[in-house]
């Protein structure tokens, strides 16, 4: 069993429509919770940083950790075309990302105009 | 706002070639990462490093090498490239809060 699952996709959604992407894991241990947006041939970008339970919004994203459940999403509101990309979850038990972080396989989500 | 440059951003190499992929962070990071993501297996660490000429094995290290001679660059090296080694080749640094990656390497080993 990997450390972090993450549904591949793709996920299809009309344009304006409310995205949620998520990810599960399995070591508790881990504190740090990060979501990233790859665009096609492109290195990944950094949206959300966050620590611990709760929620961080900013902008049209937010994301939401429930460590009880060992679960993480990053919502999407408003979604536009420009939001079509592969989303990847990552995470560590580390305060800084000095060393690994622990990556999901990343969901493809199209948002169709 | 952090800049990771890579030098290629497409290579084609043949077999048994020895392959140089660079990457250069501005802004002072202790850390730097190589990756290698390919179609359904997500990001792989293939080496990292925390200090100039520091470095530590990721979890495919088998057939690359690194150096950090400066503390802004770090150097992938395929000693012999392989047909599997064919992949997107992605650097990224961090001074914590998150990794920040270049745009990519889309290496071809013919």
């Known amino acids: 069993q990997k450390e972090v699952e993450q549904d591949p996709g793709p996920l299809s959604v009309p344009e304006g429509a409310i995205v949620s992407l998520n990810c599960t894991y399995s070591n508790s241990a881990f504190q740090y919770f990060m979501w990233y947006r790859q665009y096609s041939r492109k290195g990944p970008e950094l949206l959300m940083y966050t620590y611990s339970s709760g929620n961080k919004e900013d902008g049209r994203f937010t994301a939401q950790v429930d460590k009880s459940s060992k679960y993480i999403s990053l919502f999407i509101r408003d979604s536009q075309p420009s939001d079509s990309a592969t989303y990847l979850c990552?995470?560590?038990?580390?305060?800084?990302?000095?060393?690994?972080?622990?990556w999901g396989a990343g969901t493809k989500l199209i948002i169709k105009p | 706002d952090v800049k990771v440059t890579q030098s290629s951003r497409y290579l084609v190499k043949r077999t048994g070639e020895k392959v140089f992929l660079e990457c250069v962070q501005d802004m002072d990071h202790e850390n730097m990462f190589w990756y290698r993501q390919d179609p359904g297996l997500g990001l792989r660490l293939i080496y990292f490093?925390?200090?100039?000429?520091?470095?530590e094995k990721g979890d495919i290290p088998e057939g690359y090498s690194v150096s950090r001679e400066k503390k802004e660059r770090f150097s992938l090296i395929l000693e012999s490239a392989s047909t599997n080694q064919t992949s997107m080749y992605l650097c990224?640094?961090?001074?914590?809060?998150?990794?920040?990656f270049g745009p990519g390497t889309r290496l071809t080993v013919l």
């Open positions: 990224a640094s961090t001074g914590g809060r998150g990794q920040f």
């Open positions: 990552a995470m560590s038990a580390q305060p800084d990302s000095n060393y690994q972080l622990i």
């Open positions: 490093s925390y200090d100039v000429k520091m470095k």
